[in-house]
């Protein structure tokens, strides 16, 4: 029997942006959701699957990051200064 990875190989080239990963990552769950994939090609899957999921929980912590140190760089506003001081009349 060949190893699962041989006869189910994982696509060469895997989705670039977030929203493609998370359309192929809903792609699989509703391919094994059907239940007619073989195990050999379920494992193949679930390591493609698994594979994308930490691609995708590492790309939001990254984004996280950037708006926390965005947030963080941003000048407060002076609470001395009331909504109203901005109208001109």
Known sequence: MRASNERYPM?????ATFEAKISRLQA???ELDGGNVDLDKTIALFQEGKKL????SALLKS????????????P?????QSPDDDIPF
Do not use: N, Y
């Open 11 to 15: 696509p060469d080239k895997q989705p």
């Open 28 to 30: 699989i769950v509703s």
């Open 53 to 56: 999921a930490d691609e995708c």
């Open 63 to 74: 984004t996280q990051e950037q708006i926390d140190r965005a947030m963080q760089s941003a």
């Open 76 to 80: 407060a506003p002076s609470s001395s």
